[in-house]
């Protein structure tokens, strides 16, 4: 029997690991083939698919609203969800969330397919398996998840929102449909903020007034009864406190009312609130494939991995020769589990293990 080399520490053996390369070659080579035909043909045989990009540019909040909240704190007052800031990141995330993209599986899309006009909904489109009508539903937003993309160009604030379908045409639609989602999600949340704004406006508008109106009562007074206050310094002080007050009520007033005639306006405004730079267009083109790449890829990873299987089987080959008594043993005991296992079903057929002849 030939001793395998003893190799000093520090040294690799180069020339040993090349010629167990050179002895498994065939295996090798096959492997990487195998590996390399299989992806080429899966992505071959897999459909054409088809991506529809977009891009909008959000538009920024008005100005009132920072009024508003620059208000509500002078008065000592905290306005939940009123500066809710929605920036580009805040659409990235509604344009994949749960209540957008269910609205969307319920939709229902006219498309061709095979030069055949067929209308269905997202949930029929996709096929989505599911006992009711919700599991199909939410299976199909699983699906929608992985094929609706968005993202944020940080320096321009501008959001990219792809789209990629097996069919062109559909592809296009569903994307235009989610910018009319999300510009009317957006728009009606928007209108109820402005309704929760007006009834706050309103409601302190009024105790404003109130109070605008007892102060000059009180100033009234004052000067009915102090008709000579200017020879009195006590009187010129206590008639500048009264005034003060009457000018800081009628500043209030002024700015609630103001605010308050601009949350009604923005109470039924219907104006979009993004800016679409780039509309989705039906492509001509399905994607690349990149057929080159995944072959060569597949190559490498395919003879890696049988160079590995290689390395593994003479490693293996080479402790069974050099501790005989160790494999006689495992050998005996893999004798003994089958046995034992062989009366249990689906063990004794995983041990290798077939039930004894009576």
């Known amino acids: 029997m030939t001793q395998p080399p003893v190799y000093e520490p520090g040294d690799v053996p180069v020339y040993s690991v090349a010629a167990r390369v050179l002895r498994h070659s065939r295996p090798i080579v096959l492997t990487a083939l195998v590996a390399a035909i299989g992806i080429v043909g899966y992505t071959l045989f897999h459909p054409r698919e088809y991506t529809v990009e977009s891009s909008f540019l959000p538009q920024n909040r008005r100005s009132s609203q920072g009024t508003f909240s620059a208000l509500a704190a002078q008065l000592g007052l905290a306005v939940p969800g009123l500066d809710a800031g929605q920036g580009p990141a805040f659409y990235v995330d509604l344009l994949t969330s749960d209540r957008l993209l269910e609205r969307l599986a319920d939709e229902r899309f006219s498309f061709a397919t095979d030069g055949v006009e067929r209308t269905a909904t997202l949930v029929e489109w996709y096929e989505a398996k599911g006992r009711t009508p919700a599991e199909r539903r939410e299976a199909t937003v699983d699906k929608l998840r992985d094929d609706v993309k968005a993202s944020v160009a940080i320096k321009t604030g501008l959001v990219r929102l792809s789209v990629t379908l097996t069919n062109p045409a559909l592809s296009a639609q569903v994307n235009d449909r989610l910018l009319a989602l999300l510009n009317d999600f ?173």
């Open 186 to 358: 957006n728009l009606h949340s928007r209108q109820s903020q402005a309704g929760q704004e007006r009834r706050f406006t309103e409601r302190r508008l009024d105790e404003v007034r109130a109070d605008l109106r007892r102060a000059e009562e009180r100033v009234a007074g004052f000067l009915n009864r102090n008709r000579e206050y200017l020879h009195s310094p006590q009187l010129r002080f206590e008639y500048d406190r009264l005034d003060r007050e009457v000018d800081i009520q009628q500043e209030l007033f002024t700015t609630l009312a103001q605010s308050y005639e601009q949350a009604k306006i923005d109470e039924v405004r219907d104006t979009p609130i993004v800016s679409v730079i780039e509309p989705p267009t039906v492509p001509a083109r399905p994607d690349a494939r990149f057929l080159a790449v995944k072959a060569v890829v597949a190559l490498l990873a395919g003879g890696l991995l049988g160079l590995l299987a290689a390395l593994l089987g003479d490693f293996l080959r080479r402790n069974r020769e050099q501790d005989a008594a160790a494999f006689s043993e495992f050998a005996t005991e893999s004798q003994r589990a089958r046995a034992r296992w062989a009366g249990v079903p689906g063990l004794g057929r995983a041990f290798g293990a077939t039930r004894p002849e009576p």
